[in-house]
């Protein structure tokens, strides 16, 4: 029928058919990241099939391995887009969204061949939703008003996010590291100030936190390597010769001595904006771009440390640590503010030199210097600290934690299934699907751990119909235990996060009907 008024190259899958459609690709998507969840997930290899690049990752991380994938459907894109916001926003969950969104629609499937219609599954999911939030509400614990606690209530979030990544060996360790280096940041919670600093070579465990800020850059030859109570001025400005840079322009001189006056002239300007500079009375330069020998020689001249090619990134980050701000201009040096620090020094790490910034005007900034024995390892220890930190800093905004290991998937099914006895209608077979998709997640867990999924979850439902509500999977041992003595807790941010993301996108996924393809628009002819 649409054929009759739809444009050529328009396709237009109705009913069944686009619902299937929907359903495969999710489903396929979720199924994709499943087996890297929990502490004994797997790893995939990501491997680059371009021409001109054909590196390779190796992760268990959910966003990553999304993102990476080159995607058709359009309900899958909808997962991938889910489990980004999900790193945004939080930094860790990223692949329990995903996979709580597939068994949402697992079951919304199954719902559907039962001829159950799919606003009567939105409505119970809604129902359900409602019923999982405020048991997951009620079982929240918070200990921000004694500092010794949340520290350790810090400590534990941070082992449990880096027991399912590739520190988990080493995870007393980093998550030491972790939260020393958020608490420095005393509430501000911008992670700028913590810069990540990879080094190949060594061991994982040789990694440590720096105080203070360092800059993976080169002094100047001949210039200070050591300055004391410094002042910075950070700027993005050219510093090679003033050139005649409109295109295609040429000067004609008749003698080699006319040339040499044009040389001449460029150097003099370029020395009186190398006094500009100098009047602002800073002992140390950074600039984002180049510095050419001849500005160079001329800071060296006059005993100023100068840094050159900070990229942007490295720039801003220097802003917001030292207090300064970056300029372009140096005409009115009353107008600029110059950063600040206690000194600035020249230090090994391994074989490569590094600026080490210590004492800045922020007092919050630090690095931690990452060591290990590829690029691979150090790429995948960077991510999996990144998740780490991101996950305490939304602990610190929002400082209630709940049990892990699956415990508040059952808790928050159990739930569900109190109210569905109490509900008419096929509302209540909804709801029923919904607490069965939660306790999926840690039936996915147990799986990837190699033990009996079945047997586990179905202990792990009786000891929390007997009361028993911190209870939840050991996965070292392969049996189930109290939670709380073992250790494993989630902040409550990421896990409410994970519930109404997934829920959500499955109910948009769930009542499409049609999927409309439109090829672009083509270009009339004369424009």
Same mark, same amino acid.
């Given at each position: 029928m649409?054929?009759?008024?739809?444009?050529?190259?328009?396709?237009?899958?109705?009913?069944?058919?686009a619902? %299937?459609?929907?359903f495969?690709?999710?489903?396929a998507?979720?199924?994709l990241?499943?087996?890297?969840?929990?502490p004994k997930?797997?790893?995939?290899?990501?491997q680059?099939?371009?021409?001109h690049?054909q590196?390779?990752?190796?992760?268990?991380d959910g966003?990553t391995?999304?993102k990476?994938?080159n995607?058709?459907n359009a309900?899958?894109?909808?997962l991938?887009d889910?489990?980004k916001?999900?790193?945004d926003?939080?930094?860790?969950?990223t692949?329990s969204?995903?996979?709580?969104c597939?068994?949402?629609?697992?079951?919304?499937?199954?719902?559907?061949?039962?001829r159950? +219609?799919?606003?009567?599954?939105a409505?119970?999911?809604r129902?359900a939703r409602?019923?999982?939030r405020d048991?997951l509400?009620a079982?929240?614990?918070?200990n921000?008003?004694?500092?010794a606690k949340?520290?350790?209530d810090?400590?534990?979030?941070a082992?449990?996010?880096? /027991?399912?990544?590739?520190?988990?060996?080493?995870k007393?360790?980093?998550?030491?590291?972790?939260?020393d280096?958020?608490?420095?940041l005393r =509430?501000?919670?911008?992670?700028?100030h913590?810069?990540?600093?990879?080094?190949?070579?060594?061991?994982?465990?040789?990694?440590?936190?720096e105080?203070?800020?360092? %800059?993976d850059?080169k002094i100047?030859v001949?210039?200070?390597? *050591?300055?004391?109570n410094a002042?910075?001025?950070?700027a993005?400005?050219?510093?090679?010769?003033d050139?005649?840079k409109i295109?295609? /322009?040429?000067?004609? @001189?008749?003698s080699?001595?006319? @040339?040499a006056?044009i040389?001449?002239a460029e150097k003099?300007r370029?020395r009186?904006?190398?006094?500009?500079?100098?009047?602002h009375?800073?002992n140390?330069f950074i600039?984002?771009?180049?510095i050419?020998?001849?500005p160079?020689?001329?800071f060296t001249?006059?005993?100023?440390?100068?840094?050159? +090619?900070?990229?942007?990134?490295?720039?801003e980050r %220097?802003?917001?640590?030292?207090g300064g701000?970056?300029?372009?201009?140096?005409?009115r040096p009353d107008l600029v503010?110059m950063g600040e &620090?206690?000194?600035i020094?020249?230090?090994?790490?391994?074989?490569d030199?590094v600026?080490?910034?210590?004492?800045?005007? /922020? =007092?919050e900034? &630090?690095?931690?210097?990452?060591?290990?024995?590829?690029? +691979?390892?150090?790429?995948?220890?960077?991510?999996?600290?990144?998740?780490?930190? #991101?996950i305490?800093?939304a602990?610190?905004?929002?400082p209630?934690?709940i #049990?892990?290991? =699956?415990c508040?998937e059952?808790l928050?099914?159990?739930?569900i299934d *109190?109210?569905?006895?109490?509900t008419?209608g096929k509302?209540?077979l909804a709801?029923a699907?919904?607490?069965r998709?939660?306790?999926?997640?840690?039936?996915i867990?147990?799986?990837?751990? =190699?033990?009996?999924?079945?047997e586990?979850?179905?202990?792990?439902?009786?000891? +929390?119909?007997a009361?028993?509500?911190?209870?939840?999977?050991d996965?070292?041992?392969?049996?189930?235990?109290?939670?709380?003595?073992?250790g494993v807790?989630?902040?409550?941010?990421s896990?409410? &996060?994970v519930?109404?993301?997934?829920?959500?996108?499955?109910?948009?996924?769930?009542?499409?009907d049609?999927?409309?393809?439109c090829a672009?628009?083509?270009?009339q002819?004369?424009?």
């Amino acid at each position: 029928m649409e054929a009759a008024f739809v444009g050529a190259g328009t396709t237009v899958d109705k009913g069944e058919n686009a619902r %299937l459609s929907s359903f495969v690709g999710a489903i396929a998507i979720a199924d994709l990241v499943k087996t890297t969840l929990g502490p004994k997930g797997m790893d995939k290899i990501l491997q680059r099939i371009s021409e001109h690049d054909q590196s390779i990752s190796v992760t268990n991380d959910g966003a990553t391995i999304l993102k990476s994938v080159n995607i058709d459907n359009a309900a899958a894109k909808v997962l991938v887009d889910i489990a980004k916001v999900q790193d945004d926003e939080v930094g860790d969950g990223t692949t329990s969204v995903a996979v709580l969104c597939g068994e949402l629609l697992r079951e919304a499937e199954d719902l559907i061949n039962q001829r159950i +219609h799919p606003q009567t599954i939105a409505e119970g999911w809604r129902l359900a939703r409602k019923a999982a939030r405020d048991a997951l509400d009620a079982s929240t614990r918070d200990n921000s008003a004694d500092d010794a606690k949340f520290r350790e209530d810090l400590l534990t979030i941070a082992r449990t996010t880096l /027991s399912s990544k590739l520190l988990t060996y080493d995870k007393d360790y980093f998550a030491n590291l972790a939260v020393d280096a958020v608490m420095r940041l005393r =509430g501000s919670n911008n992670l700028d100030h913590i810069q990540v600093l990879k080094k190949a070579g060594g061991h994982l465990r040789d990694s440590y936190l720096e105080e203070g800020f360092l %800059l993976d850059k080169k002094i100047g030859v001949g210039q200070p390597k *050591r300055i004391e109570n410094a002042k910075i001025l950070l700027a993005n400005t050219s510093m090679d010769t003033d050139k005649i840079k409109i295109y295609g /322009s040429r000067v004609r @001189v008749d003698s080699l001595n006319k @040339v040499a006056e044009i040389e001449e002239a460029e150097k003099q300007r370029m020395r009186q904006k190398c006094d500009k500079i100098m009047s602002h009375g800073c002992n140390v330069f950074i600039n984002r771009q180049l510095i050419y020998n001849l500005p160079e020689s001329i800071f060296t001249e006059n005993g100023i440390m100068a840094i050159e +090619h900070a990229d942007f990134d490295g720039i801003e980050r %220097l802003a917001a640590v030292t207090g300064g701000e970056v300029v372009s201009t140096f005409d009115r040096p009353d107008l600029v503010t110059m950063g600040e &620090c206690d000194i600035i020094e020249e230090v090994m790490i391994g074989e490569d030199k590094v600026i080490r910034l210590g004492g800045c005007k /922020s =007092g919050e900034a &630090c690095s931690i210097v990452l060591r290990g024995a590829s690029s +691979h390892v150090l790429d995948e220890a960077e991510r999996s600290l990144h998740d780490a930190l #991101c996950i305490l800093t939304a602990t610190v905004k929002d400082p209630r934690i709940i #049990c892990g290991g =699956g415990c508040t998937e059952v808790l928050m099914a159990q739930a569900i299934d *109190r109210q569905v006895e109490a509900t008419p209608g096929k509302k209540a077979l909804a709801m029923a699907s919904f607490a069965r998709a939660l306790r999926q997640l840690p039936a996915i867990v147990a799986d990837n751990g =190699g033990y009996d999924s079945a047997e586990l979850v179905t202990q792990l439902r009786a000891a +929390h119909a007997a009361g028993k509500n911190t209870h939840g999977l050991d996965m070292y041992n392969g049996t189930i235990g109290d939670m709380l003595e073992l250790g494993v807790a989630e902040a409550y941010k990421s896990k409410l &996060c994970v519930l109404l993301s997934a829920s959500e996108a499955a109910e948009m996924i769930l009542r499409v009907d049609d999927i409309i393809k439109c090829a672009p628009r083509a270009r009339q002819e004369g424009y």
